[in-house]
Antibody, heavy 124, light 110 residues
């Protein structure tokens, strides 16, 4: 079955760190760029980051640049988001999402497969 | 960069058509054909409905269509059905490895 499954969310204090994981199955993981998109409670979608299929390049939203790091392990078919120096405004459901078209070294910037999300709460 | 601008809410009766606008700038919507639309039901993950302005992924009803004029993209839903009631988000590549979403539009099918 083609699916994405996020894990690693939870409650963390401001300034703390958390690492999210996204386990992929049912498709050739290394052939697709992958993104993280978040949604604060009751709010809209916000793109967070993207990583190429082979993992050689990444981009980040200005709001997380320098604090978040996206990586992937093709041997484990898993995408990661390392979040450091967390702020209360980072509280959100974090979704991982797969680029729609095959391209190991490029991006299409639209996503046809999403996980169910994992909730990150930053609060003291 | 600021989010793309969408109306907060729209409503229409079943069987009718509705168009949701998405206004950006010459740096995003106006400069790239990488505009996509997502449907999100409460508590669910987003679903890709339109990509590259006007293309439909396999399995998406042809009642959904997209277009663009200048810096404004639009999503049109014809023959509205109860299950179309959801939040809709536009999305556009904005250059330099940046992606923008709209604020979202809540569609109510009366």
């Amino acid at each position: 079955e083609v699916q994405l499954l996020e894990s690693g969310g939870g409650l963390v204090q401001p300034g703390g760190s958390l690492r999210l994981s996204c386990a992929a199955s049912g498709f050739t993981f290394s052939s697709y760029a992958m993104s993280w998109v978040r949604q604060a409670p009751g709010k809209g979608l916000e793109w967070v980051s993207i990583i190429s299929g082979r993992g050689g390049s990444t981009y980040y939203a200005d709001s997380v640049k320098g604090r978040f790091t996206t990586s992937r392990d093709s041997s484990k078919n898993t995408l990661y988001l390392q979040m450091n120096n967390l702020r209360t405004e980072d509280t959100a459901v974090y979704y991982c999402a797969k680029d729609y078209l095959v391209c190991p070294d490029c991006y299409y910037w639209y996503f046809d497969l999403w996980g169910r999300g994992t909730l990150v709460t930053v609060s003291s | 960069q600021s989010a793309l601008t969408q109306p907060a809410s729209v409503s229409e009766s079943p069987g009718q058509s509705i168009t949701i606008s998405c206004t950006g700038t010459s740096s995003d919507v106006g400069n790239y054909n990488l505009v996509s639309w997502y449907q999100q039901h409460p508590g669910k993950a987003p679903k890709l409905m339109i990509y590259e302005v006007n293309k439909r992924p396999s399995g998406v009803s042809n009642r959904f269509s997209g277009s663009k004029s200048g810096s404004t993209a639009s999503l049109t839903i014809s023959g509205l059905q109860a299950e179309d009631e959801a939040d809709y988000y536009c999305c556009s590549y904005a250059g330099s490895g940046n992606l923008l979403f709209g604020g979202g539009t809540k569609l109510t099918v009366l």
